[in-house]
């Protein structure tokens, strides 16, 4: 190859540079809006809600993961895998405030008034408490249960086997947290920690005891719970998404074969 012809190789080399940075140059003064008075500052802003809603997306399809984990797994594994990584229980959290910020009522507010409405030296168990707000809303002593623990207040342990002496509870609250595949072993330990006359107050969501859509039949909840040994004192169906169970713990128990229905995962849909 010739001098000249080496040169002329260089050239064109650096013209195509500044063909390609123009055209970079015309692709971010389009992407900015129109009558912005700061072209770069809008640029940034622009990629920073793409990027906000890239991350949106991102944890609502984690959420999605745990979430289906949860309902599918016992709860021995839940406790390992959030062992393995805690900081996914703040994922699953996140994304469980925002789903239930879409319910037009929630249930932890009804059961909190319910607990409210009598005397506060009553002694509560949360079971799947989530952030304790149950325990900071009310006056009564109250025993937190989760998987995680973000709070000196709540015990992480896996529900079905707590701390908690046998007959020591007044109140057993199960909140939407019957997810693991042997949610009978929860309330048979909320049967072994609640005083005779106890009260065990669930709430869970609709779509898990709705028979025309492969759920669970709720008079089949209610029987096995009964056949453990409590009496069904009321089954609220008024609410659109959940329903909302009272049993008192009988005086006495007669050991029964139980049939317990099968509760399907509440999965949510990608919005
Ligand atoms: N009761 C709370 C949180 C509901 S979300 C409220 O109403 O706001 C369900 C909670 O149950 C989650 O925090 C989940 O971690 C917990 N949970 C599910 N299985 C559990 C288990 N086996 N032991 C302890 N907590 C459990």
Redesign the pocket.
């Known amino acids: 190859m010739t001098e000249e012809q080496r040169r002329s190789k260089k050239r064109k080399r650096g013209n195509r540079r500044k063909e390609a940075a123009a055209k970079n140059n015309a692709s971010s003064s389009i992407a900015a809006p129109s009558g912005s008075a700061n072209p770069t500052k809008s640029s940034s802003k622009s990629k920073s809600s793409f990027l906000d809603k890239m991350k949106a997306r991102l944890s609502g399809g984690y959420f999605r993961m745990i979430n289906e984990k949860?309902y599918t797994c016992?709860?021995?594994e839940?406790?390992e895998y959030?062992k393995e990584d805690p900081s996914l229980?703040n994922v699953?959290?996140s994304g469980?405030q925002a789903q239930?910020s879409l319910w037009p009522e929630?249930?932890?507010d009804i059961?909190i008034k319910w607990i409210k409405d009598r005397s506060p030296s009553l002694v509560v168990a949360?079971?799947?408490?989530?952030?304790a707000?149950?325990a900071r809303s009310v006056q009564n002593k109250v025993h937190s249960?989760?998987?995680?623990s973000n709070d000196p207040s709540v015990i992480?342990?896996?529900?079905?086997n707590t701390p908690l002496a046998s007959s020591s509870v007044d109140i057993a609250?199960?909140?939407?947290?019957?997810?693991?595949t042997?949610f009978p072993s929860?309330i048979q330990e909320a049967n072994r920690v609640l005083k005779p006359q106890g009260w065990l107050l669930i709430?869970e969501v609709k779509s898990r005891l709705d028979p025309t859509t492969g759920g669970a039949d709720p008079n089949d909840f209610v029987k096995a719970i009964c056949e453990l040994g409590f009496a069904s004192k009321s089954k609220d169906l008024s609410n659109k998404m959940f329903i909302l169970f009272h049993f008192q713990k009988k005086e006495k128990q007669k050991p029964r074969d139980i049939n317990w229905p099968e509760l399907k995962p509440c999965l949510y849909k990608r919005r």
Do not use: E, K, W
Not at 126 to 131: I, N, P, Q, T, V
Not at 145 to 148: H, K, Q
Not at 173 to 180: E, I, K, P, Q, R
């Open positions: 949860l016992s709860g021995d839940a406790l959030f229980f699953y959290h469980y239930m929630q249930p932890n059961i949360d079971f799947g408490c989530g952030d707000r149950l249960f989760d998987l995680v992480a342990c896996d529900m079905s609250v199960f909140c939407l947290s019957l997810m693991g042997n929860y709430a």
